[in-house]
């Protein structure tokens, strides 16, 4: 007997009925929904998070916006403002309660910063350069320097600098040429950093140094005391914008650092300096939408007093639409910079692809809204007395910091292509 056409039938009534219940099941949405209860992907902030907002927007409309100009204007960074963020908490926001820190997250860190940068960029700046600062010690630090470090900065009462740019290595990091040479007892640290941030003001540095191990050279990371001997700071440089925080050159001379200050291992600089740059650049770009929002609010406000041809300037088409695409970019930027803040805050894989996504598109998206703000309010917009053209030189800086964006664009592509 033939088997092969009863054989063949047989797997054609089994094909079809794998099919119509896999289809069946596929294909049936409704019973899907339903089932699940419609599946709710919540993007809401909850009541506590817009109190939360609300509470530092005032802070900043009623202690910090009055002082936007003189602080851009004069570099001066008014000791009872830094105080006052101090008393709310500000400062310590993002650290966890054990080093006396306000147990915020990422996410809680961005409400608050775009708050404050979309009144006064230099403010916002404060904080968040002091994480970028910390956040050496919380990816690669021992427990026991984390109780020694951490409380002073979440208090405030110890700023700290990120110490990792060099006259020839910004984009090529692990090109640096400062060295950390054991002579058996400490390391000694020669070299020179560009382009520090508060630098000056810092109590503590994370400095990035190579090393050498047999015959191999490898970045480590080190917590160095701006007393010790043998650093000197050099000028402070005359910036576009951001001038109310300052930026320096740091010499190191033969600076002794125990090696109980070392974070990590040996040769774990890279990694730490990497991972702190994953974490922060969500804070790059919220400031970016902070900034991006107050040109925009500025410029709104602008239209609809400003009359031309008999009418107010808001009333013409050809600029409702630049508004509305500056209002569309800006909220697509905030959403990106949220997402990448949740991703970074859940643990969740992606961090980095998130973090650089974010930093890359709001900063764009800020520098575009800025330059659109500033031709929207005309010739005024170019002058000195409107603050349209603080945010439009401002927002340039963001599109440089942790890692310009052509070297986000790359770290994107890294994950892409892993
Ligand atoms: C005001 C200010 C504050 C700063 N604060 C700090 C701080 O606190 N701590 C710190 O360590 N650093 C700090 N920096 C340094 C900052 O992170 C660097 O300036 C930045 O990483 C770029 O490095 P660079 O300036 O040497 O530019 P370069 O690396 O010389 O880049 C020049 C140009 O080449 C492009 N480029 C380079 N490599 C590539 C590539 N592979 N593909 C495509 N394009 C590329 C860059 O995008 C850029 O357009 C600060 C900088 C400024 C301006």
Same mark, same amino acid.
């Given at each position: ?63 910090? &916006? ?154 480590? &990371? ?197």
């Amino acid at each position: 007997m033939n088997w092969f056409p009863l054989l063949k039938t047989v797997l054609i009534i089994l094909n079809v009925l794998i099919r119509y219940f896999y289809y069946k099941e596929i294909l049936n949405i409704k019973k899907f929904i339903l089932k699940k209860g419609g599946m709710k992907l919540d993007y809401s902030l909850s009541e506590e998070q817009k109190m939360f907002r609300q509470s530092v927007r005032r802070f900043a409309q009623e202690k910090v &916006a009055s002082l936007a100009e003189e602080i851009e204007e004069s570099g001066n960074y008014p000791d009872e403002l830094l105080q006052m963020m101090n008393q709310q908490g500000i400062m310590g926001l993002p650290y966890e309660t054990k080093y006396n820190g306000g147990g915020g997250n990422l996410l809680m860190m961005c409400l608050a910063m775009e708050e404050l940068a979309s009144v006064c960029a230099n403010t916002a700046m404060v904080p968040t350069t002091q994480e970028l600062g910390a956040m050496p010690i919380v990816v690669g630090g021992s427990e026991e320097q984390k109780q020694k470090y951490l409380p002073k900065i979440a208090s405030g009462e110890s700023r700290i600098s990120f110490a990792l740019t060099e006259p020839e290595a910004g984009s090529d990091v692990a090109s640096m040429r400062t060295k950390a040479h054991f002579d058996g007892r400490n390391y000694i640290v020669n070299g020179v950093k560009r382009f520090i941030s508060y630098a000056d003001v810092a109590d503590v540095m994370c400095v990035f140094a190579k090393t050498k191990t047999l015959n191999e050279e490898n970045v480590s &990371a080190f917590i160095v005391d701006k007393n010790t001997p043998g650093i000197t700071i050099g000028k402070k440089e005359n910036k576009m914008g951001f001038r109310g925080f300052s930026s320096c050159e740091v010499y190191f001379e033969n600076v002794m650092v125990p090696p109980e200050n070392r974070l990590g291992e040996e040769g774990d600089g890279f990694k730490i300096a990497m991972k702190t740059l994953d974490k922060t650049r969500p804070l790059v770009g919220i400031l970016a939408v902070g900034l991006a929002q107050g040109a925009l609010d500025t410029a709104i406000a602008f239209t609809k007093e400003r009359k031309q041809f008999g009418h107010t300037i808001s009333q013409f088409q050809g600029l409702q639409w630049m508004m509305a695409d500056m209002a569309m970019q800006i909220e697509a930027a905030r959403q990106l910079v949220y997402k990448s803040a949740y991703v970074i805050d859940q643990g969740e894989l992606g961090g980095a692809k998130y973090g650089a996504m974010a930093k890359c598109f709001a900063t764009d998206v800020c520098m575009k809204v800025t330059t659109d703000a500033v031709q929207l309010l005309g010739g005024v917009g170019y002058m000195r007395e409107f603050p349209t053209e603080r945010y439009f030189r401002q927002a340039k800086l963001l599109q440089i910091v942790e890692g310009t964006n052509q070297i986000q664009r790359v770290v994107i592509a890294n994950q892409l292509l892993k």
